[in-house]
Every structure is written in structure tokens, then in C-alpha cells.
């Protein structure tokens, strides 16, 4: 079993940056790949970032060269940082985990995190 919380979202203007934290529990963190997916209302959940357990990344087109996944392994985190936020930014984002990386970026990861909320505003 994996518990994933995550924290660290919020309102921000245009432009700004946030990292958001997800910390993970309840297994070895060095063996799961983990990754960031969001949801707009009325939209489908979408992956932002994916980090394998080996550290290979992946990014959606619409975040590449704004947003960066990284891991800590010590610390069993998984962040990611937010910068140059657009409005179309704005979503709930959740951590996933799994073992496959593939599972991971399919969107068909084991665990879930509860979700933080991310408003970018002026």
C-alpha cells in the first residue's frame, strides 16, 4: 500500500510560480515511479509529468519548459515545480504512483493522492 498527500497548491497570478509536494508512505519510494496529472471542471484528467524510478521524465507539450518534476528519495517526495502559470494551468492536481512507469503516464496508476487545488487568477 502507498498513501500519497499532496500540498502546496493555491491562488497565484498569472506568471507566478508554485511548487507543489506530494509526500508518499507505506512502501519502499525508490521503487515507484510517480507522477502529476490535473483536472479542469468539466474536463478529463490529464497527465502533466511523469518521474520513473530510474528518473526518467516525461512532460504533456502544453507544461514542457515551465514545469519541472523531481524526486527525493530520502524524503519519499515528489514535486513539482510550477513556473510562468498561465489561467489554463488552472486545475485540481493529484500525485499517482505505481510500480510501472507505464502505468504512471497511461493514467492507470494504483494509488492517487487526494488532490490540491490550483488557481491561477489576477
Known amino acids: 500500500q502507498v498513501q500519497l498527500v499532496e500540498s502546496g497548491g493555491g491562488l497565484v497570478q498569472p506568471g507566478g510560480s508554485l511548487r507543489l509536494s506530494c509526500a508518499a508512505s507505506?512502501?519502499?519510494?525508490?521503487?515507484?515511479?510517480m507522477g502529476w496529472y490535473r483536472q479542469a471542471p468539466g474536463e478529463q484528467r490529464e497527465l502533466v509529468a511523469g518521474?520513473?524510478?530510474?528518473?526518467?521524465?516525461n512532460y504533456a507539450d502544453s507544461v514542457k519548459g515551465r514545469f519541472t518534476i523531481s524526486r527525493d528519495n530520502d524524503q519519499s517526495m515528489v514535486y513539482l515545480q510550477m513556473n510562468s502559470l498561465k489561467p489554463e494551468d488552472t486545475a485540481v492536481y493529484y500525485c499517482?504512483?505505481?510500480?510501472?512507469?507505464?502505468?504512471?503516464?497511461?493514467?492507470?496508476?494504483?494509488?492517487w493522492g487526494q488532490g490540491t487545488q490550483v488557481t491561477v487568477s489576477s
Open positions: 507505506g512502501s519502499i519510494f525508490s521503487f515507484y515511479a
Open positions: 518521474i520513473s524510478a530510474g528518473a526518467n521524465t
Open positions: 499517482n504512483s505505481d510500480r510501472l512507469y507505464s502505468s504512471v503516464v497511461a493514467g492507470t496508476a494504483r494509488y
